[in-house]
């Protein structure tokens, strides 16, 4: 059996073709493939110690050989994990023929638009990820800076994301690296061949392209008039002149006036004064947002007009699915919320059933009290008492208060943990201001940081370049964070990606993740935490 090529992307056509098969037959392919998650232990707080991977086979089609036992068939690469797989040939009846062909698929990479104005958004589609040492992370840079880091495990090794443009009107440039450990790694080309190791794959493809930013000039949709450069010495300077030749025109004058015991010199104020005022009112209606500017030197003249738009500060999440344990007792005391993910200060419904009917009960909540050096545990924290109705039930609302994020319980007594309220405290995040000039302190405020180290910090990356870490556990789960605005009048970026402290370090090809850098696969992330993306709008001064 052999395959043509033998490397693609995934969706690229193939051919293989087999001889020596048994005549008049049909069969089956079979691709080789591995089912792939992180694996996560609790020595001595929650974390990534490796991976774990179960070979499974996927199913590519059904062939049919001729009178010679040859076949030819094309197929699509099928999405899956970059890498060699196997290809082979069943029986109807599951045996498995010997002959296999190998097949490599290639990591690949796509991103759209490729141009437009400061805060873009910028979909990247990558396919033939893995799982090896140097193939599980990739790492992205924005103009030689880092952004971040993606990974596919739990999605066959295809994932997406969006990053944001950022920088000055012109071409920025963007690369992707495998990485490990760590930053991305630049010449794995020279790295340890796969002889010595079976990490090292897919090959190394390194990914080069340009994103242009367009200029536009941005707005502000309450001061529109704040954001408008005036800027025109020789301007001034002529309605300057025009308004001293306008005054010392009449101050020379014998006019009646005189008659009337005004001041030569002072009328001249006043008319100096007059012509200026109305010659930056010329100017300042020539210069408006919408107006053309019109530059005459000798006989060369242009016009330029720039696009304008009003700026409205962007504030999104990108949240995976969280899935709670479900209170399942339907008798006997018990208790349920809604909803079970909420975020600190959301409301929650607390409702009980079974209890003894006009008895008082003291309610509980958990959570988790501790540090990172010297270790956390679950603490009982006082709610609130309750009364049953006649019919045994009670409900009230609840604020989620300022807590770490993660799972909770609410509870009465000696509840069974299928008795329990479940629900989750889910990472939330804000800035404290969305405009200004350049040195503004900008607070970026997140609550409901875990205490895991899988969950116990938030990576943060300013303009598409990672600028560090916050950690919320010794602070119950609030992590503030101040940035200074800088760079050019414009669109400023604020990304907060959900990141790894630490897990484990042994080197071997199943220790694989990036501590502390941004992950920009959120839905990847194994505790699938976040991300957020804010706007910043650098005003002028």
């Known amino acids: 059996m052999t395959v043509s090529p033998n490397a693609a992307i995934v969706g690229a056509k193939i051919t293989v073709t087999g001889t020596g098969f048994p005549p008049n037959t049909s069969l089956t392919l079979q691709w080789a493939s591995v089912n792939a998650s992180w694996v996560i232990q609790a020595i001595p707080t929650p974390q990534v110690t490796g991976i774990s991977t179960a070979a499974i086979q ?60 400061d805060g873009t958004p910028i979909t990247f589609v990558a396919t033939g990820l893995s799982y090896g040492l140097y193939s599980t992370s990739y790492y992205l840079s924005w103009d030689n800076s880092i952004a971040g880091y993606m990974t596919a495990l739990s999605s066959a090794g295809a994932t997406n994301f969006t990053i944001y443009a950022s920088g000055v009107p012109g071409t920025h440039y963007i690369a992707i690296y495998q990485g490990y450990p760590g930053p991305a790694y630049l ?41 408008t450069t005036h800027n025109s010495p020789a301007f001034g300077a002529f309605a300057l002149l025009a308004a001293l030749a306008g005054g ?93 993910v909420a975020s600190v200060g959301d409301n929650i419904t607390v409702t009980g059933a079974g209890f003894t009917p006009n008895a008082q009960y003291p ?27 006649a019919d045994g039930s009670f409900s009230f609302s609840w604020k989620v208060p300022p807590a770490l994020g993660g799972i909770h319980f609410i509870a009465a007594g000696n509840l069974t943990e299928n008795s329990n309220g479940t629900f989750f405290i889910q990472r939330s995040a804000k800035i404290s ?73 042994q080197f071997t090809a199943q220790q694989i993740v990036e501590y502390r850098y941004p992950l920009l696969t959120p839905q990847d992330h194994p505790a699938l935490m ?3 993306h804010f706007t910043f709008l650098m005003t002028p001064g």
């Not at 099928?78 to 023929?97: K, R, S, V």
């Not at 016009?303 to 699915?321: D, G, N």
């Not at 919320?472 to 992590?479: D, E, I, P, T, V």
Request: glycine share 10%; net charge neutral.
């Open 363 to 389: 309610l509980i909540w958990t959570t988790v009290k501790g540090s990172n050096l010297l270790g956390y545990k679950p603490t009982d924290v006082p709610l609130r008492n309750v009364t049953a109705a």
């Open 530 to 532: 976040p991300s957020f």
């Open 187 to 227: 010449n794995p080309q020279q790295g340890p061949p796969s002889s010595e190791t079976q990490s090292v794959f897919p090959p190394y493809i390194p990914f080069y392209a340009n994103f242009t930013v367009t200029p536009e000039q941005v707005i502000s949709s309450t001061t529109a008039d704040a954001f």
């Open 433 to 505: 201001a969305t405009q200004g000039p350049q040195g503004t302190q900008i607070q970026v405020i997140m609550q409901g940081v875990g205490y895991t180290f899988n969950t116990n910090i938030a990576a943060v990356d300013y303009d598409n370049s990672y600028i560090g870490y916050a950690c919320g556990f010794n602070s119950g789960g609030n992590a503030t964070v101040a940035i200074v605005a800088t760079g050019a009048p414009g669109i400023h970026t604020i990304d907060i990606y959900p990141s790894v402290w630490w897990g484990g370090s």
């Open 58 to 117: 996927i199913t590519l089609g059904s062939a049919q050989t001729d009178a010679t036992g040859s076949f030819s068939m094309q197929m699509a690469v099928p999405t899956d994990y970059g890498g060699a797989h196997f290809i082979q040939a069943f029986l109807a009846n599951g045996t498995a023929l010997p002959a296999k062909a190998t097949f490599t698929v290639e990591p690949s990479f796509h991103f759209s638009p490729t141009s437009g104005p």
């Open 248 to 340: 010392a025109l009449f101050v020379s004058r014998k006019e009646p006036y005189e008659r009337k015991g005004i001041s030569r010199a002072l009328l001249a104020v006043v008319i100096i004064v007059i012509v200026a005022v109305a010659g930056i009112g010329l100017y300042a209606a020539t210069s408006a947002p919408g107006a053309s500017t019109s530059i005459s030197q000798s006989s060369t003249s242009r016009t330029t007009s720039i696009p304008q738009v009003s700026f409205s500060p962007e504030a999104s999440v990108v949240r995976p699915h969280i899935s709670v344990p479900v209170n399942v007792a339907t008798t006997g005391p018990r208790i349920g919320l809604s909803p079970t």
